[in-house]
């Protein structure tokens, strides 16, 4: 996970924590090689800021420390946001925070023996998506019993509450996947042209589902929308199929089987929209990259759905019930669609029309109710952006269009040249800023 490769050990029962991945910009709004500037610059300057390296040179990664209330650990994503952004202020650069950037550029993608791996299996093409493409990744312990912290695998043999309340979590975050890429949804415009209101999601799945030919469309078993599971050991199988796959696809092409179990773990091999994360979480990370008020929102709503079916020791069920009414709770069963419902539906409509479809809308709508039912006041206030969206209809890639449009770019058709890619970019990097403020005040 990010700065918490070290950190992950707190004994709260609920820590969260976050990662966004973000580009880098010259002050004219044009993508710069400079990922690498801030890290180093970052390191020397704010050592209590955690910054990695992502796969394009113009990229790089921010993480929060992890934390039962997510004030803190949300406010310490925020502090770090603000830490990088004076860094880059004075090397003359700007953040740009939304998962892809509207005009063509090509990436570069940095040199190591873990992205070396990957290119060859996946293709040099296909893995410079990843130099596209920027998201939010949210992280949620899991319960401790079921995942033996050592050894960094999952324990079926562990209490049976525990594995009923860890398979009912992981079921409920596939079943929330087209809710939470929709309320993040920032990348309408991708190369300088409109693909989708999520084109990452496009680019980056792809698969059947999707009728696009993005990263994982052969590989889905690595990136794509999973199936729900029954038990702790469906999951468990799965990681030790996904990984003999990558292992003996790697062998096959010549790599030494030492070298790939030190630099590809089990818990690495994955990168669908949800997993269990090698720090014994969940991440769901299937989300664009966004402003921090909507990643705030986005991560209470998961955050208040999670706590609820732990302590209430609700029982996620797929059933046609979830279809016509999404996140129902009756007795201690909360109702989700049935999973050819989720994969081949409404990610897709999430992808293309968001809150304009109205399957997407009362879905969202549905969760949001049951997340914040009898929350208080104080957490709607945080979650606003959700709100908001869920009244107008609009998400920021909805905003995005907008603007696209203004600056005389037919929004579906027409291609964005340089220029104006740069000086909408410009733009919505100093809206970042102000939203990084906007949102300290929401946590104070």
Known sequence: MSNTRKKWNVKEKFSIGFEMEMFTLDR???????????????????KEVY??????????????????????????????????????????????????????????????????????????????????????????????????????VLEPKSNRKEQDSFISCYNFLIAADPVTTTFMQSSPFIQGRYLAKD????????????????????????????????????????????????????????????????????????????????????????????????????????????????????????SDTGIYKPFKLEGNKLYIPPINVVQQELQYLSATEGLANGKIHRYCKSLYNFAFNGANEGAKKMAKRLSEMLTEKKTVSDNLIEEIKKAGVDSVDGHINKKTAAKLAEKWSYDFLDDIEYTQKLLE
């Not at 502090?79 to 063509?104: C, D, M, S």
């Not at 732990?310 to 069920?317: A, D, F, G, Q, S």
Request: proline content about 4%.
């Open 199 to 318: 084109s990452r999601m496009l680019f980056y799945r792809g698969g059947e589902n999707l009728n696009y030919n993005g990263l994982w469309h052969d590989f889905q078993i690595f990136g794509g929308l999973q199936s729900y599971a029954q038990t702790v050991t469906d999951i468990a199988k799965l990681i030790e199929k996904r990984y003999d796959i990558f292992k003996s696809q790697l062998i096959h092409w010549g790599f030494d089987p030492k070298l790939i179990s030190k630099y590809a773990r089990r818990l690495d091999v994955a990168w669908n929209p949800v997993k269990v994360n090698k720090h014994g979480t969940y991440e769901q990370r299937g989300m664009d990259m966004n402003l921090p008020s909507y990643a705030l929102g986005v991560s209470l709503l998961l955050k208040y759905s999670l706590k609820r079916i732990i302590n209430e020791k609700l029982e996620v069920v797929p």
């Open 28 to 46: 004219k709004g044009n993508i710069v090689h400079e990922g690498d500037t801030i890290i180093s610059e970052t390191k020397k300057n704010f």
């Open 51 to 152: 910054v990695t390296k992502e796969a394009g040179k113009h990229m790089f990664e921010i993480g929060s420390n992890p934390a039962g209330d997510m004030r803190k650990s949300f406010g310490d994503l925020t502090h770090n946001l603000g830490r990088v952004w004076e860094i880059a202020q004075k090397k003359k650069l700007l953040l740009y925070p939304f998962a892809t950037y509207p005009g063509e550029f090509h990436p570069i993608i940095n040199s190591s023996i873990w992205y070396d791996l990957q290119e060859t299996l996946w293709g040099k093409d296909k893995f410079t998506i990843n130099g596209l493409c920027s998201g939010f990744h949210f992280h949620f312990s899991i319960p401790q019993k079921v995942f033996a912290k050592k050894q960094k």
